[in-house]
Nanobody, 112 residues
Framework: QVQLVESGGGLVQVGGSLRLSCVAS????????MAWFRQAPGKEREFVAS????????DYADSVKGRFTCSRDNAKNAMYLQMDSLRSEDTAVYYC?????WGQGTQVTVSS
């Protein structure tokens, strides 16, 4: 069984940066895609970024392209999300998703 733990959220000003981490434990498969989603208050959960297990090819939502960078370290069963040039609309709970499992989420708040 897989468990996911996210960390790195916090409060940052507009234009600032944060780096989120997601570490998987349990029965992991490096071939599986890992992904980030987010959910803002009153909105549905939405895709942010993903990264393949083979080749580590990232994919991004249009709203974060050029500002966010998703990376992965298979040796550590970890995925990262470097978030730069943050905007107030990036405020949300960010969730890691892997092998059909959701992490508990980490709050990101961008203040203006």
């Amino acid at each position: 069984q897989v468990q996911l733990v996210e960390s790195g959220g916090g409060l940052v000003q507009v234009g600032g940066s944060l780096r989120l981490s997601c570490v998987a434990s349990g029965q992991t498969y490096t071939s599986l895609v890992m992904a980030w989603f987010r959910q803002a208050p009153g909105k549905e959960r939405e895709f942010v970024a993903s990264i393949s297990g083979i080749g580590n090819a990232p994919d991004y939502a249009d709203s974060v392209k050029g500002r966010f960078t998703c990376s992965r370290d298979n040796a550590k069963n970890a995925m990262y999300l470097q978030m730069d040039s943050l905007r107030s609309e990036d405020t949300a709970v960010y969730y890691c998703h892997y092998a059909g499992i959701w992490g508990q989420g980490t709050q990101v708040t961008v203040s203006s």
